[in-house]
C-alpha cells in the first residue's frame, strides 16, 4: 500500500537557533528569510525550511542544503528527483506531507472564531458544502467551516492550480467516512476517481487542529514521522 509520511512541527519551540538554520537553508533562503518585517515570521520561516530540508534530506540521503528546491509554474514547490512534498503552516504548527510520487497537497488551521463565516461560504464553498456547515450547530459551526475549507485547500494544493481553480468547480463531505471525502469535481482532466481526499486527525502537538490530505493515488495510509525527523541530517 503507498504511504504518505507526515511530520507535526513547532515553529515557536525550535530549539535550534539562527545560525544552526542558516547553514541548512539556500543562500535564496536566507536571503528571503532576512526580508520579513516582523522576527517572529522570519524565525518561523527559517525553521519551517530547515525542518523541510531536514526531512527531505533524510529521505534523500543528502545534505539539507544540498537539495535542489525548485518552484513551479503555479508557485507549487518541489524537490528535483523527488520524493515530492507538500507543506502547510498554521500560526507556529508546520504539518509536512511527504510521498514517493504523484500529485499531494496538505492543510491545517487550528480552531479559531471564523468572522463572516455565512459570507465567506457563500463565496467560497458549493451550494451543498455551505448547506452543511449551516446545518451545524452554532457551537460546532467553525469547526465546520474549518474541516470544508482545509479539505477543499488540499485538494488544490495538489492539483497546483492556485487562484485559477473556481472553488465552486469541486465539492467535499463534511462527514468523515471511509473513503475519498471528494465527491464531486468539474475541472478539464480531473475526475474524484483520481483522487482520495481525507481528513487528518490527532495532529501531534495540535491534536484539536483541522487538516486534510489530497493525494490522487487510489489507496493509502499515513505514518506519522518521529520529532526527531525535524533535525535529521544525511
Known sequence: MNMVSLLSHDLDT????????????AAGERVRAASFKFPHLRRRYRVGRATLRCALG?????????????????????????PVFNASH????LLLAIAPEGRLGVDIELLHRVDDLEAISRQNF???EREAV?????AERDRAFLEIWTRKEALIKAIGGGLSIPLQSFSVSLVT???????RLD????TPAQ????????VPGAPEAAAALAFDVPDWQIEWLPPSAAFSQA
Do not use: F, I, Y
Open 14 to 25: 525550535d530549539p535550534r537557533d539562527d545560525r544552526e538554520l542558516d547553514a541548512l537553508l
Open 58 to 82: 533524510a529521505r534523500t540521503g543528502r545534505p539539507p542544503s544540498s537539495l535542489a528546491l525548485e518552484t513551479g509554474p503555479q508557485g507549487k514547490p518541489a524537490l528535483r528527483n523527488g
Open 90 to 93: 498554521a500560526a507556529g504548527r
Open 126 to 128: 458549493a451550494e451543498d
Open 134 to 138: 449551516l446545518a451545524t450547530p452554532l
Open 177 to 183: 467516512r471511509p473513503g475519498s471525502l471528494l465527491h
Open 187 to 190: 475541472l478539464p482532466g480531473e
Open 195 to 202: 483522487w482520495c481526499l481525507r481528513a487528518v486527525a490527532d
